[in-house]
Nanobody, 126 residues
Framework: DVQLQASGGGLVEPGGSLRLSCAASGFTFDDYAIGWFRQAPGKDREGVSFITSEERSWYADFVKGRFTIANDNAKNTVSLQMKSLKPEDSAVYYC????????????????????WGRGTQVTVSS
């Protein structure tokens, strides 16, 4: 079974940084996408950033230039480095993954992902 374990959330002041990690186990796909959604209270879950096995990446407009996603294939881990955090970045961040049928596409919507981890809370507040 595929299992995703997210970690690294916490409380940070505006302008600060956090690094989220998602450890994947039972993951044997040659072609895959993995990444992060987030959900704030009262809001829909939204895509944040994703990366494929071929290192293609996707970022939501609201995080471009501030967040960086990276694969560590040796550790079966994907990380999300978040900088210049804003209060509106506060949310529960969820790691998600999917096996890809085609390798030149980066899925970014909830319906496209099959595997989900439990969320990790990120709170940006002074």
């Amino acid at each position: 079974d595929v299992q995703l374990q997210a970690s690294g959330g916490g409380l940070v002041e505006p302008g600060g940084s956090l690094r989220l990690s998602c450890a994947a186990s039972g993951f044997t796909f040659d072609d895959y996408a993995i990444g992060w959604f987030r959900q704030a209270p009262g809001k829909d879950r939204e895509g944040v950033s994703f990366i494929t096995s071929e290192e293609r990446s996707w970022y939501a407009d609201f995080v471009k230039g501030r967040f960086t996603i990276a694969n560590d294939n040796a550790k079966n881990t994907v990380s999300l480095q978040m900088k210049s955090l804003k209060p509106e970045d506060s949310a529960v961040y969820y790691c998600a993954a999917v096996q890809l049928a085609v390798s030149n596409y980066v899925p970014s919507t909830i319906d496209e992902y099959d595997y989900w981890g439990r969320g990790t809370q990120v709170t940006v507040s002074s």
